[in-house]
T-cell receptor, first 114, second 112 residues
Framework: GENVEQHPSTLSVQEGDSAVIKCTYSDSASNYFPWYKQELGKGPQLIIDIRSNVGEKKDQRIAVTLNKTAKHFSLHITETQPEDSAVYFC?????????????FGKGTKLSVKP | NAGVTQTPKFRILKIGQSMTLQCTQDMNHNYMYWYRQDPGMGLKLIYYSVGAGITDKGEVPNGYNVSRSTTEDFPLRLELAAPSQTSVYFCASVRDLGDGYTFGSGTRLTVV
């Protein structure tokens, strides 16, 4: 089955700097890759996702890149702000027909220092 | 829409007790999921459902049971609580595969 590795487990940056979180996946058939942000005491919230037919996607300060050949994808946050501090999870899924479940990485705790 | 609603938010159980974690969604989503989250371990899938009347095991189903009698509700049952079931439990739903899941706010369960 699918296995998702996420690095680093913790990341500390200065406000205004960029942050990059990387994930690798094992199943070459995976075709959907979402990123979730989890604030303290809350459930994960989808912030951006990418499908396998696209190499990059941007939404304001957030971008995700996908390298299918290397089987890895990354989250890029530019101009970080204190409110970006949270735990970020990557996930991967091979969806086809009526089956498919998201497999999550173990998370990255991002701290943005003012 | 209220989204995905989980109750209770917190619960302390004694070893051997049973309880049901409730999950309801009002988005007419077909797919529903139960995850548990342990510190530093990410989210592990317990059970999932692709529609009313259909459920299947995930990665860590032992000690749990589910049912899906309606599209809206997907309760998770713990029959004989054990300390290893101390965790935060999240319910999630999605209309179609290949879309982002919507998560509830979680139930923090402690078994003592």
């Amino acid at each position: 089955g699918e296995n998702v590795e996420q690095h680093p487990s913790t990341l500390s940056v200065q406000e205004g700097d960029s942050a990059v979180i990387k994930c690798t996946y094992s199943d070459s058939a995976s075709n959907y890759f979402p990123w979730y942000k989890q604030e303290l005491g809350k459930g994960p919230q989808l912030i951006i996702d990418i499908r396998s037919n696209v190499g990059e996607k941007k939404d304001q300060r957030i971008a995700v890149t996908l390298n299918k050949t290397a089987k890895h994808f990354s989250l890029h946050i530019t101009e970080t702000q204190p409110e970006d501090s949270a735990v970020y999870f990557c996930a991967a899924m091979n969806y086809g027909g009526s089956q498919g479940n998201l497999i999550f990485g173990k998370g990255t705790k991002l701290s943005v220092k003012p | 829409n209220a989204g995905v609603t989980q109750t209770p938010k917190f619960r302390i159980l004694k070893i051997g007790q049973s309880m049901t974690l409730q999950c309801t969604q009002d988005m007419n989503h077909n797919y529903m999921y139960w995850y548990r989250q342990d510190p530093g371990m990410g989210l592990k899938l317990i059970y999932y459902s692709v529609g009313a009347g259909i459920t299947d095991k995930g990665e860590v189903p032992n000690g749990y049971n589910v049912s899906r009698s309606t599209t809206e509700d997907f309760p998770l049952r713990l029959e004989l609580a054990a300390p290893s079931q101390t965790s935060v439990y999240f319910c999630a739903s999605v209309r179609d595969l290949g879309d982002g899941y919507t998560f509830g706010s979680g139930t923090r369960l402690t078994v003592v």
